[in-house]
């Protein structure tokens, strides 16, 4: 037990109990907020969840607690919650238990944010903006129970933006979301000029102006990068050509997926059910830069029994693999996972879906194998890693526009992918794109 007087070393002991007992995080359920006695019985739900349990659990102890959170992520393209303790310095230590545990030396999510938010309880009657009764503005931005915290994470990265002649009262930074501008800050036009302050470096903001319901923009994008603001105006008489493989940034997350967790695989083939006698299909010996593969085998030879391994010292992860005998791809060979538990067949069944973003997960198992039901002659494999489908797919439509500042976003018209190197080219230079898919609806982003 421990009889110290460090906060955050007292934290980290009731956050790694917390750990060790699980907690089931599901967003399936759209319950309201659940009481002390549920939570602790069920361990169960999203972040919201995950941040009572700590604060019922560190306030019990006498840690002072809270939590922060964030309106949406333009990377992740969801909001987040965690909690904050304060330590024994002053400072606010965030801490998240089933990802980070509090730290002097800072840890959060790396995806960007762009303000931070945190709940005051009681109504914070000292609200500075002053515009809790205006009705035209957007409604987060009225709420007395939230402040600013920004300036605990990143603090003197403060903006002035120059609107002269603008008769609108306040201005807006918004970032980006397949539905449209997400506003995450807001300030009064003073003197034709706006100023915002500790805003998340590293993002493209969209300027603002909203009547409370419908947000449009007020001038052109722009990137606050090293106290500077880098602006997004599209020069339409200077083009050039740029080649599309991707519908939005790449997280680390999947960039992890894609490399360090199918580096060192490989496909290795048998006509004995236990591999005693084993021949190589494919060796995986590279970092993948995309998630449809092509791999042409090693061997023609026929063999029943197929075994995929993961890389040494790495979690298995696959989304799908498909088996064929010839190179024309035109019919697909039917496998069979073998897998003496039924419950554990039925999941790793999953990689012959044909379904990319479904994936087969375990750190228990190192290997799959499946079963042709007869020796076959396997010539190609069709391999995707676990992934975000967030990749321009071979012979799908896209759309791509750009972001013309009061004008808003402008088409540059539609595209077929090509089949054997997957993405598009398409003529501009300077602005801000992003692109449309119309048959994979997964998620798009800025670029």
């Known amino acids: 037990m421990y009889r110290g007087s460090d906060v955050m070393q007292a934290a980290n002991i009731l956050a790694e109990i917390l750990k ?78 089933t990802s980070f545990f509090a730290s002097r030396d800072g840890g959060m999510m790396e995806e960007k944010k762009g303000k931070y938010t945190g709940n005051v309880l009681p109504c914070n009657r000292k609200k500075s903006r002053g515009i809790s009764n205006e009705k035209k503005t957007v409604p987060f931005f009225r709420n007395r129970h939230i402040q600013d915290v920004s300036g605990y994470y990143f603090k003197n990265e403060n903006v002035t933006i120059s609107l002269p002649g603008s008769k609108e009262k306040y201005l807006y930074l918004g970032v980006f979301s397949p539905q449209g501008w997400v506003p995450v800050e807001i300030a009064k036009i003073e003197k034709g000029k706006a100023l915002y302050r500790n805003i998340e470096p590293g993002i493209i903001y969209q300027p603002l102006y909203s009547d409370g319901i419908h947000h449009r923009p007020a001038t052109y994008p722009f990137l606050y990068m090293d106290k500077e603001l880098h602006w997004f105006k599209p020069d339409e008489e200077n083009l050039s050509s740029i080649h599309i493989t991707r519908k939005m940034p790449f997280m680390e997350n999947f960039r992890r997926f894609m490399e360090d967790e199918v580096n060192g695989s490989k496909f290795e083939a048998s006509n004995d059910r236990s591999f005693r006698n084993v021949t190589l299909l494919y060796a995986i010996d590279t970092h993948l830069t995309h998630p ?66 479904t994936y087969y997960y375990s750190k228990h198992h190192s290997h799959l194998v499946f079963d042709a039901g007869a020796p076959v002659s396997i010539s190609t494999l069709l391999f995707y890693p676990r992934n975000d489908d967030n990749f321009i797919a071979p012979d799908d439509m896209y759309e791509l526009f750009y972001q013309n500042g009061e004008k808003g976003w402008i088409s540059l018209g539609i595209q077929k992918s090509h089949s054997l190197l997957p993405g598009m080219g398409y003529p501009f230079k300077y602005t801000v794109m992003v692109t449309k898919p119309y048959q994979r609806k997964r998620r798009t982003g800025i670029f």
Request: hydrophobic content about 35%; overall charge negative.
């Open 20 to 97: 060790s007992e699980r907690f089931r995080w599901t967003s399936g359920f759209n319950m309201p907020r659940s009481s002390g006695a549920f939570l602790f019985d069920s361990r169960l739900g999203y972040c919201r969840e995950e941040c009572d349990i700590t604060l019922y659990t560190m306030r019990a102890c006498g840690i002072p607690t809270a939590f922060d959170f964030f309106i949406y992520s333009p990377e992740y393209q969801k909001g987040h919650t965690w909690n904050v303790i304060r330590d024994t310095t002053g400072d606010y230590l965030p801490l998240y238990f």
């Open 292 to 357: 449809h593969n092509l791999f042409s085998t090693l061997t023609d030879q026929p063999f029943r029994y197929f075994r995929y391994t993961a890389p040494p010292n790495q979690i298995l992860q696959l989304s799908n693999v498909t088996f064929y005998t010839g190179k024309e791809l035109k019919l697909p060979v039917p496998m069979e996972i073998i897998q003496e538990d039924p419950i554990e067949k039925l999941k790793q069944s999953i990689c012959l879906d044909g379904n990319i973003l």
